[in-house]
């Protein structure tokens, strides 16, 4: 098989494929937030709702949910503009904890195959657990700005002793470690691995910066679900 290399330039990340036939993943939470920043994922959570990573600095935000290929147009694309965005009370940009915030659409996102949100996370995951890394990636004829492809794979859950010991783990509480297995083609990115889904529910939002080697940190999501129920529930 041929092998192909493109480059994802505003995410400063490389990825690789061994196939010329793209096939794209079902993973209808997944949401693009479109910024003069660079490429950053979220997770529709709630139909009026999308959690993300705080380290993403969004000016002129806004949300694409469902298709995002510009090319071919099926009717579930969506572009909503957000009403308020809420940190994490601890969080702070020279630090990567608590890397966590919440988006507010200004109007309830239209459900439908391609647009569904995904439960939150209800316990931690047992070490070994072989969990989805979900994420957004750069089809080969993709000419746009942002990435337009949904992509899965699977990886095992390390436990918090392991992670401790790893270079990207050690300083990072709250943490999730997530082993890469080395057979895969795809030099992974931050964009290509934005969450982690355990179980059918959202278990890990990726840090800023913190992907490297083998080894990926996500923040436990599951340490913040009362934060995130007390600030999305109904008023």
Known sequence: MELLLFVGVLAG????????????DPAPYLVYLKSHFGPCVGVLIKSSWVLAPAHCYLPN???????LKTRVRDGTEQVINPIQIVHYWNYNHSNPQDDLMLI?????AILNQKVQPLPLATSNVKPGTKCLLSGLDWSHDNGGRHPDLRQNMEAPVMSDKECQQTEQGKSHRNSLCVK?????????GEVAVATVIC???LQGTEVGHFMGGDVGIYTNIYKYVSWIESVTKDK
């Open 61 to 67: 935000l806004k949300v694409l949910l469902g298709n």
């Open 104 to 108: 507010k659409l200004a109007k309830p």
């Open 13 to 24: 990340t490389f990825f690789s494929a061994h196939s010329a036939v793209q096939k794209e």
């Open 180 to 188: 890469f297995v080395k057979v895969f083609a795809r030099v992974l």
């Open 199 to 201: 179980n059918n529910k």
